[in-house]
């Protein structure tokens, strides 16, 4: 069977922050508890501590069904997705882009689990991306927030979260992780 490799920082290494200009900042939103259910992907690629593309799509669940308290998180249903494309499609539509640049993602776990669920749900060949914690890297950089939640680190690096229809928008997640990691990835 196909499996996706992803290697992380973790909090038992030393909190040496790498150095990152060039990175996609990727973010997921699922419609149910499975890691195959994403429903929706954005994702924001930095070159140069410059945001130069942003994607987002919606993308059709498996499952294809939504628990309540997910739709009630970024508002997204089943009709929403009915007749979206699968993860393979949405992925072939940037992955050229992403080709070399390793992620950013903000408390990495829930995007790690949902790559790896998806490759090998979808068969889709062995790969291996390199992913980077936001979160863990702004409890280094910031060791005084109140917590360390994606919409508390957004607003102390200046993104404007203001509009609170955006958040849980995969595409707004990772617009606010890319404004963090070029914030975290470059302060020390």
């Known amino acids: 069977m196909a499996s996706t490799s992803i ?3 973790s909090k038992a290494e030393d909190n040496v922050l790498p150095h990152l200009r060039d990175f996609a900042a990727i973010d997921f939103e699922a419609a149910n508890g499975e890691t195959t259910s994403v429903c929706s992907m954005g994702v924001v690629i930095v070159h140069d501590r410059e945001i130069v593309e942003e994607f ?3 993308v059709k ?3 294809n069904h939504y628990d309540f308290y997910t739709t009630k998180i970024h508002g997204l249903k089943k009709k929403d997705t009915d007749k979206a494309p699968i993860f393979p499609q949405v992925w072939n539509q940037i992955e050229k882009k992403l080709r070399g640049l390793p992620f950013v993602a903000h408390g990495f776990e829930f995007e790690k689990r949902c790559l790896n669920s998806l490759f090998e ?3 889709m060949g062995r790969k291996r991306f390199k992913i980077y914690d936001t979160k863990h890297a702004s409890e280094i950089v910031f060791p ?4 360390h939640k994606l919409q508390t680190v957004a607003v102390e690096c200046g993104y404007d979260f203001s509009n ?4 849980h928008n995969a595409l707004a997640d990772a617009e606010a992780c ?3 990691a070029m914030e975290v990835f470059s302060s020390l």
């Open 121 to 123: 749900y979808y068969h």
């Open 56 to 58: 987002y799509s919606l």
């Open 164 to 167: 609170q229809k955006k958040h």
């Open 178 to 180: 890319a404004r963090i």
């Open 144 to 147: 005084d927030l109140e917590n």
């Open 7 to 9: 290697t992380a920082k």
């Open 61 to 63: 669940p498996v499952p």
